[in-house]
């Protein structure tokens, strides 16, 4: 008995810092693509450190390069970067800082201007952190008290 409620309780600590982590889908709807304004999509956004970038694309239609200012300028799809091709392209967002992406297919990157570059700043300014922070704390304080409870 003990040792079932002590897996919920772990299944919960697990689960409740992913709701702190914003995911976002770069585009909305319309997924990775070109001839989409990225910047104007990452404008007014906020990006954290531990929050998610997600690709959505058709496999093989286009991929995910991670590039440096200067290649994010000229589209310059150098390989040593590393290229994602998935589809469905999960980047956690875990230092601080500029960050540039671009498609490595064809000439969509010149052409079709698929490219977004965004800022990842610290801290947790937006309001749902601010709401969700205190009941995660609140979540974690109760945990430890049961599990203690129920450790005895
Ligand atoms: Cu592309």
Same mark, same amino acid.
């Given at each position: 008995?003990?040792?079932?409620?002590?897996?919920?309780?772990?299944?919960?600590?697990?689960?409740?810092?992913?709701?702190?982590?914003?995911?976002?889908?770069?585009?909305?709807? @319309?997924?990775?693509?070109?001839?989409?304004?990225? @910047?104007?999509?990452?404008?007014? !956004?906020?990006?954290?450190?531990?929050?998610?970038?997600?690709?959505?694309?058709?496999?093989?239609?286009?991929?995910?390069?991670?590039?440096?200012?200067?290649?994010?300028?000229?589209?310059?799809?150098?390989?040593?970067?590393?290229?994602?091709?998935?589809?469905?392209?999960?980047?956690?967002?875990?230092?601080?800082?500029?960050?540039?992406?671009?498609?490595?297919?064809? !000439?969509?990157?010149?052409?079709?201007? @698929?490219?977004?570059?965004?800022?990842?700043?610290?801290?947790?300014?937006?309001?749902?952190?601010?709401?969700?922070?205190? /009941?995660?704390?609140?979540?974690?304080?109760?945990?430890?008290?049961?599990?203690?409870?129920? /450790?005895?």
């Amino acid at each position: 008995m003990a040792f079932t409620q002590f897996f919920v309780l772990a299944i919960v600590a697990i689960l409740v810092p992913s709701i702190l982590a914003v995911e976002f889908m770069v585009g909305d709807d @319309q997924g990775w693509t070109t001839n989409y304004d990225y @910047q104007a999509w990452a404008k007014g !956004k906020e990006f954290h450190v531990g929050d998610k970038l997600v690709f959505k694309y058709p496999e093989g239609a286009h991929s995910v390069i991670k590039v440096n200012g200067t290649s994010f300028q000229q589209c310059a799809t150098s390989a040593g970067n590393g290229i994602l091709t998935s589809g469905n392209d999960v980047i956690p967002l875990e230092t601080l800082g500029n960050k540039w992406y671009i498609c490595g297919v064809a !000439k969509h990157c010149e052409v079709g201007n @698929q490219k977004l570059s965004i800022t990842v700043s610290e801290g947790s300014s937006s309001a749902a952190r601010k709401s969700i922070a205190p /009941m995660y704390y609140g979540w974690i304080t109760a945990i430890f008290g049961i599990l203690a409870m129920v /450790m005895v």
